[in-house]
């Protein structure tokens, strides 16, 4: 089992920028592909940033690409999302999500989820 704690959701002005966190625990971190999801009012759950073992690569959304950014610290069990330039149509529950892979679909754990608002 994975458990995951996102922190860093809020209120925010258009244009503003939040920085989103996630800390896992109970399975070995480097193992894990870790995502980011995000649901906005309405609409279905979807991927928006995920991030490999070894932070190789990575995946962005075209809805968030040069926007945000997605990184993790394995020594401290902790991806991050570096969210800038946000829209009122980033609003939304971010829910950080870990697996064994692949990048865009091997999810197998997820957090609560934190609110991100953005106001226009």
């Known amino acids: 089992q994975v458990q995951l704690v996102e922190s860093g959701g809020g209120l925010v002005q258009a244009g503003g920028s939040l920085r989103l966190s996630c800390v896992a625990s109970?399975?070995?971190?480097?193992?894990?592909?870790m995502g980011w999801f995000r649901q906005a009012p309405g609409k279905e759950r979807e991927l928006i940033a995920a991030?490999?073992?070894?932070?190789?690569?990575?995946h962005y959304a075209d809805s968030v690409k040069g926007r945000f950014t997605i990184s993790r610290d394995n020594a401290k069990n902790t991806v991050d999302l570096q969210m800038n330039s946000l829209q009122s149509e980033d609003t939304g529950v971010y829910y950080c999500?870990?697996?064994?892979?692949?990048?865009?679909?091997?999810?197998?754990?997820w957090g609560q989820g934190t609110q991100v608002t953005v106001s226009s």
């Open positions: 999500a870990a697996g064994l892979g692949p990048m865009k679909g091997g999810y197998d754990y």
């Open positions: 109970g399975r070995t971190f480097i193992t894990l592909v």
């Open positions: 991030i490999t073992r070894l932070a190789l690569n990575t």
